[in-house]
T-cell receptor
């Protein structure tokens, strides 16, 4: 059974750094791209970027390029989303999802990030 | 960037009735379009890909159609579990983009 299990909710202050994780199981991690999607409170879905674990080939949405960093550790079958300096506007739920042919076929449960002073 | 426009924003439907959701793309997609369902507190779930192919385990009452720039998701007879928000997503061009969503609510 394919599963993507994300790290738990975080409460951070503006300016702090953060790295959240998405651990995959039930399939060959190196075969599929993994992506990250943001959902701000009460809003729609925004694609942030994707990574292929084999060679860490990464593609970012222009809206998120330079704002976040995506990485993967094949030995841990885990993908990561990282911020160096959080802003209040980063408050959202962040989902990881597996991609097949650039559509998202399996999703993690989501990680709620709250950034507040 | 391809802009995806969904309509209506909210659709009020009685159980057992048909629901028709629209998704329009600002550029042609061929059939590289997916539909997702999201219920409160849950992640999205893939319903349809390739504009018309149901994902594994998706009931036959969900039908996707369309091509190029105009796409439709039809739910033939709404069940209680179908009241949710539906998003379309294009995967024909970078960056991948989603529509703003249609909320299907009980009338």
């Amino acid at each position: 059974e394919v599963q993507l299990v994300q790290s738990g909710a975080e409460v951070k202050k503006p300016g702090e750094s953060l790295k959240i994780s998405c651990t995959a199981s039930g399939y060959t991690f190196t075969t599929y791209w993994i992506g990250w999607v943001r959902q701000m409170p009460g809003k729609g879905l925004e694609w942030m970027g994707i990574i292929h674990p084999v060679d860490s080939d990464t593609r970012y949405s222009p809206s998120f390029e330079g704002q976040v960093s995506i990485s993967a550790d094949t030995s841990a079958t885990t993908a990561y989303l990282q911020w160096s300096s959080l802003k209040a506007s980063d408050t959202a739920i962040y989902y990881c999802a597996r991609l097949i042919d650039l559509r998202f076929d399996f999703w993690g449960q989501g990680t709620l990030i709250t950034v507040s002073s | 960037e391809i802009v995806m426009t969904q309509s209506p924003a909210t659709l009020s439907v009685s159980p057992g009735e048909r629901a028709t959701l629209s998704c329009r793309a600002s550029q042609t997609l061929n059939t590289n379009l997916a539909w997702y369902q999201q219920k409160p507190g849950q992640p999205p779930r893939l319903l349809i890909y390739g504009a018309s192919t149901r994902a594994t385990g998706i009931p036959a009452r969900f039908t996707g159609s369309g091509s190029w720039t105009e796409f439709t998701l039809t739910i033939s007879s709404l069940q209680s579990e179908d009241f949710a928000v539906y998003f379309c997503q294009q995967y024909n061009n970078w960056p991948l983009t989603f529509g703003g969503g249609t909320k299907v609510e009980i009338k």
